[in-house]
């Protein structure tokens, strides 16, 4: 059974640092990995997304504050958040893109961050 499993999210100061994981099973020749997130009545935006080969793309709001990486052989992908700041409250979904058996994109349930001023 597909599923994307998240973790890590949670509380923190403003300036504080959390890391996500997000592990993929039974999908297969996983492309695309990566994080988006949602605020309550509002449209899920990219944070930032990896290619199977390593290639990085972020959000504005967020380059030079988090990182992501993945790791192929665990198909897990990471989201390192740093000096996090009140506006990054919202909840955090990854997901994975594979093109077999047919091109599908896979998300996970999402994880709550919530930063304190």
């Known amino acids: 059974q597909v599923q994307l499993v998240e973790s890590g999210g949670g509380l923190v100061q403003a300036g504080g640092s959390l890391r996500l994981s997000c592990a993929a099973s039974d999908i297969f020749r996983i492309g695309d990995m990566g994080w988006y997130r949602q605020a309550p009545g509002k449209q899920r935006d990219m944070v930032a997304v990896?290619?199977?080969?390593?290639?990085?793309r972020y959000a504005d709001s967020v380059k030079g504050r988090f990182t992501i990486s993945r790791d192929n052989a665990k198909n897990t992908v990471y989201l390192q958040m740093n000096s996090l700041k009140p506006e990054d409250t919202v909840v955090y979904y990854c997901?994975?893109?594979?093109?077999?058996?047919?091109?599908?994109?896979?998300w996970g349930q999402g994880t709550q961050v919530t930063v304190s001023s």
């Open positions: 997901y994975a893109y594979s093109q077999y058996p047919g091109p599908k994109t896979y």
């Open positions: 990896i290619t199977s080969a390593g290639s990085t």
